[in-house]
């Protein structure tokens, strides 16, 4: 399994759902809000970003970030970042399964 965290343009948060939306297995998106830093010529600039995080196995990984990929694109500056970690151990808190 592996956390992919996506930092979009909120102005296409709609657009990358839709495209998740169409991944069969998917099992779930959170979404929230993130404000960064961004230098520009020695001055901090402060932006709104969209946040999406996603626990997902192996298999859906390169079908889910070619999807915020392609969706998230603008083609400018700040268009945002993918981020794939492993996940170690998950456990679901209401009954104390282990989810891997």
């Known amino acids: 399994m592996k956390e992919i965290k996506a930092i ?3 102005f296409r948060l709609e657009q990358v759902l839709a495209a998740l939306h169409e991944i069969e297995g998917l099992p779930g998106v959170t979404i929230s809000e993130a404000r960064a830093a961004s230098v520009t010529r020695g001055h901090y600039e402060q932006v709104v970003k969209s946040k999406l995080e996603i626990i997902a196995p192996d298999e859906l990984v390169e079908t889910i970030v070619t999807a915020i990929q392609s969706s ?8 945002g970042g993918i981020f794939v970690i492993p996940i ?3 456990v679901r808190i209401r009954t104390g399964d282990q989810i891997l």
Request: aromatic share 0%; no cysteine.
């Open 8 to 10: 979009i343009q909120p």
């Open 72 to 79: 998230a694109h603008t083609g400018n500056p700040g268009d």
């Open 88 to 90: 170690e151990r998950a």
